[in-house]
């Protein structure tokens, strides 16, 4: 009888692979601090430096400071909304990749700016946070 090497803790988890291609820096937008705080807290970012705005203002105002390879913002936020960020993104900051979260489903039809990688739907799970980080690229 042959016995089986154990492999390493988290490599036959799901979501591990894309664990290792989390972004370089990640922008969380949204009004709510403690949604802030969870979304940055998630497990999956310990590869990652993680920032924080609390309106699609101050997250434009980072951006050009370099380095954000993905947006996670609210879609309803104070002032500016994050479709506006998104816009905004494609037009200052075409290699930064925008993931949108609200609880209310666009309508129909709604075409996004083209940084939209996702939409999503609160809360977010640690699974398809790993997905999101996974399909946005890595920065330089």
Do not use: K, N
Not at 13 to 21: L, N, Q
Not at 31 to 53: C, K, Y
Request: hydrophobic share 50%; net charge positive; proline share 12%.
């Amino acid at each position: 009888m042959t016995r089986q090497r154990p492999r390493p803790p988290g490599r036959d988890e799901p979501g591990a692979a894309a664990a290792s291609a989390t972004p370089r820096l990640l922008l969380v937008v949204g009004d709510d601090r403690p949604v802030r705080a969870a979304l940055a807290a998630l497990p999956g970012l310990a590869r990652a430096r993680v920032l924080a705005a609390a309106d699609a203002e101050t997250a434009a105002a980072r951006l050009p400071e370099g380095g954000v390879d993905l947006v996670l913002t609210e879609v309803e936020l104070p002032g500016r909304s994050g479709i506006w960020l998104a816009e905004w993104v494609a037009m200052h900051a075409p290699a930064v990749r925008v993931v949108l979260m609200s609880a209310t489903l666009p309508p129909s039809g709604t075409v996004f700016p083209r940084s939209v990688l996702r939409f999503v739907r609160p809360p977010i799970s640690r699974g398809v946070l790993l997905e999101i980080l996974a399909d946005a690229p890595a920065g330089p």
